[in-house]
């Protein structure tokens, strides 16, 4: 399941919503990512997430698609926030569910160094001096990558 | 055709998106780029450098290369920052 | 920090009290292990974790370190239950904290692959036929194998 | 000296524990299995197929051949099934 949403999420809440009632489940990996409270040595007063509607709920639904296929999972859940946020708010969640704690744990990773470069979402922070644009890491483009080429054989 | 603007493309542009005419001479995402930067110095200063910008024709990721004469909505951005 | 508890645990509040004035923080990495209802074919109807108190403490402790040690990580914590749980349970918690996500992934890995194959716990089953103790299960020690070869060097 | 049993080790010999003045030669952890195993039916069957027997010698983890002559706390059990 993908959700995009302005909103906060609970991981509590969300785990026991993928995982009560199924009875395969004996691993479940989950990774937050959270806006950092200073980056570059500066700090961050707002961070402020845009993204492309509509193109962001086919991205994220072909990565789920891609993680399922691949992996032996019972189900996963993306949730992608946007809008403005303050240092340590949550941005992102992926939780993964599995009978076997490996594809549980490779397919979080995967889907979140995959969304981490191909998902339409462009970050903006604002610090005492103004507002800037947050520039791709380039390994994220290399976390990104090497799954990409794994994934074509 | 519907041009889309994300990012720093945007708020170098000033626009999130506009509604353009293209010539029939514009048949594939350069020239499209191109055509852009022939529309002010924003557009030339959001698009100049294309090594820079990221493309998605009809919410599909494509490349310079990519058709779009019988595209309906393509968007132009810097690389993406999600996660 | 490590916990060994009889008590269910909460992963938002934990994953609160782990993050919650850090500023370093920007990915968080976690896993679950629940009691599958099912195991062998055969219908689980309770799970008894027993321990070696003192001693399970003490390797705990020593995972931690070796983890905080090999990784770059802000934090951890480990939370392992014990007693008489139900299907769908929650037994174990892991969660890392880190700047960068690849630590928080391989850290968390590394900890629960340590944990099953070497923290003092045994796992009994009731099922409708009576009790069984868990047998180890091979695929375990080789992840820990692993883990211990990589260590060496 | 005290010796702790877990696991199917503790539910085959009936306790979870018992204190036990071991004879000089028991000098290894081999050497306790043996002498243990000598004290009945329940311990030989707990105990007897020493390959599937773990040990820790106060409280570290330790093969067969670790000295206990200096040990206060000798703990057998089945592998581990944590997690």
């Known amino acids: ?153 | 055709m519907k041009i889309l603007y994300f990012g720093w493309v945007k708020s170098k542009i000033g626009i999130g998106g506009e509604t353009i005419d293209l010539p029939p001479d514009v048949k594939i995402v350069s020239d499209l780029i191109t055509f852009l930067c022939s529309r002010g110095p924003s557009h030339e200063s959001a698009l100049g450098n294309i090594s820079q910008i990221r493309v998605a024709v009809d919410q599909e990721i494509g490349t310079v290369d990519t058709p779009i004469s019988k595209a309906e909505e393509v968007a132009l951005f810097p690389p993406m920052t999600g996660g």
């Open chain 1, 1 to 153: 399941m993908i959700k995009i949403q302005k909103t906060d999420f609970d991981i509590s809440v969300e785990l026991k919503l993928l995982t009560t009632g199924n009875i395969n489940i004996g691993g479940v990996a989950s990774f937050v990512g959270l806006v950092r409270e200073n980056s570059d040595g500066e700090e961050i007063l707002t961070m402020t997430l845009e993204h492309y509607p509509g193109m962001t709920e086919k991205i994220l639904q072909k990565l789920e698609c891609e993680a399922l296929d691949r992996w032996s999972l019972e189900n996963l859940l993306i949730i992608h926030r946007y809008g403005e946020l303050n240092p340590g708010d949550q941005i992102v969640l992926v939780i993964t569910t599995s009978a076997h704690r490996s594809a549980a744990f490779e397919s979080c990773q995967f889907l979140i160094d995959r969304l981490k470069n191909g998902a339409p979402f462009w970050k903006k922070e604002k610090t005492v001096r103004g507002t800037r644009w947050v520039e791709a890491k380039e390994e994220d483009r290399e976390a990104d990558e090497r799954w990409q080429n794994i994934i074509k054989y």
